[in-house]
């Protein structure tokens, strides 16, 4: 009987980032998937700034950059026209390193991913499927089905579905799958096209005809069109061509088409399931929530949920926390996968709706109050932070405590390079560290040192506190680099608190990077 720490089921995105998060942190793991080779097209196409910001801890995020596109601002067509530009550079370049849309295509982005966890000595086992498993009191047994057909046994201490939409996990933990799906049809097309909606940027359609989004790809004149089919067209999505949908909104965004390289249908449906957790399964991804390609959220949030429980599982089997902090997993993403699926599914059905009020509140009445209300900085900076994810945080979540400043125990750590100083370089190193803004006591120095944490000091500026930081106060961050507890005191009982009343042990010094 094969055994690790961790069986993965699935190597999309998902769950290779999984596999690598563990790996770093000396977890042993198996990740499977039935395909005899990742896919050689895909759907998913945005890296947003917070996953960038997240990918520094695997040294990922400039090659995900260096090898993708930059997509400086979004643009929104009526009639044949543009009608509303959203730029990124403006908005976010004092929120993030990484103030733009980066697209990075999920096939290339899971080949990077892949030679990464072979560079740690971990491949991915292909053509194996997941037939069931049960759950013990200390260990899981999964049953597998390898490529010559014979079934084996696997043991490992946790399994973590990151499966799909179809995902056999979620049938075999049996928790519910509730929402629905769009009657729309979706395409996907890759072409060599020319026209001014190939300048690099992204346009969106707001027209009566199909939505339709033009994505621009790295090389002069490559893109990803997705749009949608409502009329008829629908009900045989099966026996679609390019030619079906390549007239109405196509032309209307004045893409000349020379080239053709694939295309490919699909239906879209919204829906999260009712638990993450079952024992000693996870549910991520796919998986777990699925939703429109609206904002270009689902991979990245299936990497937030990677994220989330990599540091978690990591901490469970070194044996310095209890299962207890597993059931966190699911109460700080369940919520903003809800959330999402919400969201996308309100902005889905405004670009999408039939019928004359819509068109009329689509062609008319948005044009004009879009760019009136992109305008106002403070719109702008809202519309960037919900897109690029930065807002995201887990303020009502188990693991979170206090506020300081503006700065609340859940939230991301507002980026504040000053003077040469940038006070995100400490992130990458995947342990709990504690930040000040000031100056920090000699007894706060003394725990860190003695509990072997890192801290990092930072001569007090003004911007600090436009940062929403205050003064001489304590951040501890947690693994992935959330704040899990401010406190304005900068005494360090607060931390003895923290991690006594979390049952959360820290690594010994030999433990440490």
């Known amino acids: 009987m094969m055994q690790g720490d961790v069986l993965i089921i699935g190597a999309g995105p998902t769950g290779l980032v999984l596999a690598l998060w563990l790996t770093k942190l000396g977890v042993k793991v198996r990740i499977i998937d039935e395909t005899a080779e990742p896919g050689t097209t895909s759907r998913a196409l945005a890296v947003q700034a917070r996953t960038l910001e997240l990918y520094r801890q695997l040294d990922l995020a400039e090659t995900v950059v260096a090898r993708g596109h930059k997509v400086p601002a979004v643009n929104l067509w009526v009639k044949g026209e543009p009608a509303a530009r959203l730029s990124f550079e ?26 990464r966890l072979e560079a740690l000595d971990v491949a991915v086992e292909r053509r194996i499927e997941l037939i069931s498993f049960a759950q013990e009191e200390t260990r899981v047994i999964a049953r597998l089905r390898e490529p010559d057909g014979y079934e084996v046994d696997c043991e490992a201490n946790y399994i973590a579905g990151c499966d799909g939409a179809r995902s056999i996990m ?22 060599e096209a020319a026209g001014p909606a190939l300048n690099g940027e992204l346009h969106a359609d707001l027209d009566e005809a199909d939505f339709l989004a033009v994505f621009p790809l790295a090389g002069q004149g490559q893109a ?29 965004l004045k893409v000349g088409i020379k080239k053709v390289n694939w295309f490919s249908t699909y239906h879209v449906h919204h829906r999260v399931a009712q638990h993450f957790r079952k024992g000693r399964a996870f549910l991520l991804g796919d998986a777990a929530h699925i939703h429109s390609p609206a904002g270009g959220q689902g991979m990245n949030t299936g990497i937030g949920d990677a994220i989330n429980l990599a540091w978690k599982l990591a901490a469970v089997l070194a044996g310095r926390a209890n299962d207890n902090l597993l059931d966190s997993y699911e109460a700080e993403r369940i919520g903003f996968a809800r959330r999402l ?59 979170s405590r206090g506020a300081a ?46 509990q072997n944490v890192p801290l990092q000091i930072f001569d007090w500026r003004s911007q600090y506190e436009v940062a929403g930081l205050a003064r001489d106060a304590l951040y501890l961050l947690r693994p992935d680099t959330y704040v899990a507890l401010a406190d304005g005191s900068g005494a360090p009982k607060a931390l003895d608190r923290y991690f006594g ?3 959360i042990q820290l690594a010994p010094p030999s433990r440490r990077s």
């Open 501 to 503: 009343d979390h049952g």
């Open 405 to 450: 400043g503006q700065i609340h125990g859940g939230d991301r750590l507002p980026w504040a390079p000053i003077d040469g100083v940038d006070n995100f370089d400490s992130l990458p190193t995947m342990d709990w560290q504690v930040h000040v803004y000031g100056s920090a006591s000699a007894e706060l120095a003394a725990w860190c040192a003695a």
């Open 224 to 252: 990803r069109l997705i749009g949608t089919v409502r009329d008829e067209r629908a009900d045989r999505a099966d026996r679609l061509t390019f030619g079906d949908v390549s007239d109405r909104a196509i032309n209307h």
């Open 90 to 115: 403006n908005v976010g370049s004092g929120l993030t390193p990484y103030a733009f849309l980066q697209i990075f295509p999920q096939d290339q982005h899971e080949r990077l991913l892949v030679e």
């Open 341 to 399: 699926v919400a969201t996308t599914d309100r902005v889905f059905s405004f670009v999408s709706a039939e019928g004359r009020i819509a068109d009329i509140m689509r062609t008319r009445v948005a044009p004009v109050l879009i760019p009136m209300a992109i305008a106002f900085a403070p719109v702008r900076e809202f519309m960037f932070r919900t897109i690029s994810q930065i807002t995201l945080n887990y303020r009502r979540g188990p693991l």
């Open 170 to 191: 979620r049938e075999t933990i049996g928790t519910g799958f509730p929402g629905g799906t769009y009657r729309q049809i979706f395409y996907v097309a890759d072409v």
